[in-house]
T-cell receptor, first 113, second 113 residues
């Protein structure tokens, strides 16, 4: 059974700190991993994707993938109050013709000024 | 990324009625998806809509309740039939980009009284 698990939070960090968001997945065949940011009342916005083991950096965001541990994380450096949102981890498995994403429950992040 | 629009953005409906939600994309896409996000919850895939074939529904979702049309590569509709208060949710369409990632429309917020 495919599952994606996230710490539901809420997670609070002070402005300027590093926010660390974690996600584990159960399908070892999963190949693609995505982080979405969702502000209250808005639709999810793709902020990072990663396909290979290791780190991928984009501005203040770093995605980390460890397929052996079935673990993907998102680091937000120099956190800003505007980063306050729910962060959704999504995983895509290559099974057959399945192209859908499986989403975690989301982690609510609050950055305190 | 593709520009996705949805209509209506929100609606309040009476129990037993049906609502059709439209999703329009500014470019041709192969895969379109319909998700539901119930209050305080993460995203759940309803179905995958392919042009020229019947939609593929996920477990727990049936065509009689959620009929889907995909008449061309830029447009799809989702109908929520015989609505009950339990159908109150945000309904989101998404499309797959060239790099496996998915982008979401702004969503339709449905309230059923």
């Amino acid at each position: 059974q495919k599952e994606v698990e996230q710490n539901s939070g809420p997670l609070s960090v002070p402005e300027g700190a590093i926010a660390s968001l974690n996600c584990t997945y159960s399908d070892r065949g999963s190949q693609s991993f995505f982080w979405y940011r969702q502000y209250s009342g808005k639709s999810p916005e793709l902020i990072m994707f990663i396909y290979s083991n290791g780190d991928k950096e984009d501005g203040r965001f770093t995605a980390q993938l460890n397929k052996a541990s079935q673990y993907v994380s998102l680091l937000i450096r120099d956190s800003q109050p505007s980063d306050s949102a729910t962060y959704l981890c999504a995983v895509k498995a290559p099974s057959g013709s399945a192209r859908q994403l499986t989403f975690g429950s989301g982690t609510q992040l609050t950055v305190l000024p | 990324s593709a520009v996705i629009s949805q209509k209506p953005s929100r609606d309040i409906c009476q129990r037993g009625t049906s609502l059709t939600i439209q999703c329009q994309v500014d470019s041709q896409v192969t895969m379109m998806f319909w998700y539901r996000q119930q209050p305080g919850q993460s995203l759940t895939l309803i179905a995958t809509a392919n042009q020229g074939s019947e939609a593929t529904y996920e477990s727990g979702f049936v065509i009689d309740k959620f009929p889907i049309s995909r008449p061309n590569l830029t447009f799809s509709t989702l109908t929520v039939s015989n609505m009950s208060p339990e159908d109150s949710s945000i309904y989101l369409c998404s499309v797959e980009g060239f790099g496996n990632e998915q982008f979401f429309g702004p969503g339709t917020r449905l309230t059923v009284l």
